[in-house]
């Protein structure tokens, strides 16, 4: 595999920002990941919703040690891609020692979105992670496959099985 896949957990508020409204470009991190450019984030919508929304690509990644001058010129220049307002920006890197930026692009909506439930009757072991997880591409492949599937060719693949 020459790229990674990895799952996130996204409050529903800001999955809307990513793939309704298409506002929210930048997903913001206080942990550093493995991603570089070319790699595919899958979104898992966190409670109430408990779905896999979809995927997009990473066009790259923004790290920044946090200091009070790395804050503000990351604010300054990505205010309006991030989802949020300056003061849940400042309150959500207290503490951090890190700024992670993950640019978007290439958003790809799932035709069906694939419920918690759904999906663990194929992966029984597979859980969303608080933060993050990496996926191995065949798990990918398969929450993909039931995401694009039309509900009636699952039902008839199943049936053949």
Known sequence: ???????????PKYAKQIFETKTKKVEL?????RLKEGDIVLVYVSS???????????????EREVSRK??????????????ITKQEFNSYYEGASVIVGIQIKNISLFENPVELERLQEKLSYLRPPQSYRYLEEKEYEIIKALGEAQTAIMTDQENLE
Do not use: C, H, Y
């Open 1 to 11: 595999m020459l790229f990674t896949i990895l799952l996130l957990s996204i409050k």
């Open 29 to 33: 991190r206080r942990v550093r990941t």
């Open 48 to 62: 109430p919703a408990k779905v896999f929304l979809g995927s997009f690509e990473v066009e790259d990644v923004i």
């Open 70 to 83: 790395e804050l503000k010129n990351f604010w300054n220049k990505f205010q309006d891609s991030v989802g």
